[in-house]
């Protein structure tokens, strides 16, 4: 049953299960008019274990529908992570063609009647290696002229009569349809499956051939795949867990995987590599259209934060193997609380969107809510942005946000005079949303001043009458942030640390903030998301006072405004 804790902590517009345990987002796909967000979930209690896929879809990616779980533990193993893609032409041949499809005058041949064509005296196995093979090669040499057989998302003419499940029928017609790829676990192997929906996403059916990638590991696992339109393949990107090792494989049907390259160990290789991912992502500004690659590598226990985190590479993927532009690693969060992300396929205009969990194996199982555990953040966009030494580093922040602002709490601020401070009352029971564009004033002498900065400290800080608070501060004179929970006392744990900083612009006394405050979740993006910390938070009590207090210099708020936060359902 629910305990206070339980709603206490139950975020307003962040997913978390009903009950139970969740821990890593899967399978997150838009299909066209749903974004679909599966999970790693153990529906019989509030600890990792017994791991199935649990399900949800939105219109939003705030508001969110539970649906029945959608792969469930076998004697085969537990149900670990993966990723799923539309196979919208059939390229597997796991659909069933419908008694009305009729062959189409240019309609795409599966991967295997192609190969099959090809390659007729061979095993089918061998028939499928060989025509990755050489269709990679082809493609990559530019010799391949015939056109894309990648579908826009409706134009099939192929129209599928209407499924009984409600979802279904807003769907659009497809030969194919929804494909999962993932990790079927046992402790002694791990090995790669594939799994079919016939109704859009609800059901997930496992495909007889399982496994269609077994090496022969315990530790291989959390595959990402993605379809590669230049060289017109499905790449896989799964992990070598302790030999720290990405490997890449491709694929033309989803069932017969070519082993393409390795990537690492690299960067911080910590006990074990965990759900891998790449993106195309944009590089703002500059040549409009230029993009880059980004391999994003989660480690676990090891991150320098503590136990779990998410480091990128920033480089090139030329459909075989990724190129590191450099030899930089940086991690995606400052905060210890974002873990295993991955991006959504299929999001309109090809932009990068990510969920992760928010959370760290150090402590999700000893959390104070005790009927469900585990949250996903709010879906952020990724770009690539310059920092101030000329590097491409990510920037992330919130994704579609603005829709669920209510009016803005009136309340205005434009200047903070030195050891000074301002307060406004929050919202009891909603999530919150704060923006902030502040300067610190020079204030004339560089010398040490008491305990307060050098040259200034900007806090804003969530506080309640039992004396908890929670604070966001920036120092002027070493330009850093600060994220402070450790005087909230609704939890503690060795591994539960307290505080967190980032490095903001050298030199500049200028930042701004957008802070989203949800309950046991506290997300952070600063500088337009070039530092982002994400934090769980466990009040004792609710925190029902916002302070904007300033020392040892003045400063001035170019921009200031509180939203309370709602789903589009609630209003
Ligand atoms: C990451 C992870 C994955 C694995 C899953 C099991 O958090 O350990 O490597 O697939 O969780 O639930």
Request: hydrophobic fraction near 35%; charged fraction near 20%.
């Amino acid at each position: 049953h629910e305990t206070l804790a339980d709603k206490q902590y139950r975020p307003r517009i962040h997913f978390s299960p009903s009950t139970g345990f969740m821990n890593d987002p899967n399978g997150l796909i838009f299909d066209g008019r749903y974004y679909h967000l599966y999970y790693q979930y153990n529906p019989f209690g509030p600890y990792a274990g017994h791991v199935h896929w649990g399900h949800a879809v939105s219109t939003d990616l705030y508001t969110w529908q539970d649906l029945p779980i959608a792969i469930r533990e076998t004697e085969a193993g537990e149900a670990y992570s993966g990723c799923a893609v539309l196979d919208r032409d059939n390229r597997s041949g796991l659909f069933p063609p419908r008694t009305q499809d009729k062959p189409q005058p240019g309609s795409v041949e599966t991967a295997a009647q192609k190969a099959a064509q090809l390659f007729p005296s061979l095993p089918e196995d061998e028939q499928a290696r060989r025509l990755v093979d050489r269709q990679s090669h082809d493609l990559l040499k530019g010799a391949n002229s015939s056109p894309s057989l990648l579908k826009e998302l409706g134009d099939d003419p192929v129209s599928r009569e209407q499924s009984p499940v409600p979802m279904s029928p807003a769907l659009p017609p497809m030969a194919g349809g929804l494909v999962a790829i993932y990790t079927r676990a046992t402790p002694q192997r791990q090995t790669q499956y594939i799994a079919w929906s016939p109704d859009g996403g609800q059901t997930l059916k496992d495909y007889e051939g399982n496994p269609v990638l077994d090496i022969g590991h315990n530790s291989f696992r959390d595959p990402k795949v993605f379809w590669h339109a230049p060289t017109e393949k499905w790449v896989m990107v799964v992990v070598r867990s302790r030999e720290h090792k990405v490997s890449f494989y491709g694929s033309f049907d989803l069932k017969h995987w070519m082993h393409l390259s390795d990537f690492g160990p690299s960067g911080i290789t910590g006990v074990d590599y965990e759900c891998p991912g790449l993106a195309e992502v944009e590089v703002e500004g500059e040549t409009p259209g230029e993009k880059r690659w980004v391999l994003f590598v989660s480690i676990n226990p090891g991150g320098p934060q503590g136990g779990s985190i998410t480091q990128y590479f920033v480089g090139q993927f030329d459909g075989e193997r990724f190129t590191p532009d450099d030899t930089i690693v940086d991690l995606t969060d400052f905060g210890k609380d974002s873990y295993a992300l991955q991006t959504y396929e299929n999001m309109p205009g090809n932009q990068t969107v990510y969920v992760a969990w928010l959370d760290n194996w150090q402590y999700c199982e000893e959390l104070p809510n005790k009927s469900w555990r585990g949250v996903m953040t709010i879906p952020r966009k990724v770009v690539l942005r310059r920092d101030t030494s000329g590097w491409l580093r990510i920037a992330q922040t919130p994704y579609a946000l603005e829709a669920l602002r209510r009016p803005a709490i009136p309340f205005t601020l434009s200047r903070l005079e030195p050891q000074s401070s301002r307060q406004v009352s929050l919202p009891t029971g909603e999530a919150v949303e704060l923006l902030l564009d502040v300067s610190l004033e020079d204030r004339g002498s560089t010398l040490p001043d008491g305990d307060h900065g050098r040259a200034g400290r900007f806090v804003v800080a969530f506080s309640n009458h039992q004396g908890e608070s929670l604070s966001i501060g920036f120092d002027g004179f070493s330009c850093q942030l600060w994220l402070d929970r450790s005087n909230l006392h609704g939890f503690t744990h060795p591994f539960f640390t307290g505080t967190f900083s980032s490095a903001l612009v050298p030199g500049s006394r200028r930042f701004n903030l957008r802070i989203v405050l949800d309950a046991c979740t506290l997300e952070v993006f600063a500088n337009e998301g070039m530092s982002v910390g994400t934090a769980l938070i466990y009040p004792a009590n609710p925190l029902e006072t916002l302070s904007f207090q300033v020392t040892n210099a003045a400063a001035v708020i170019h921009q200031m405004a509180l939203y309370p936060l709602r789903q589009t359902m609630d209003r």
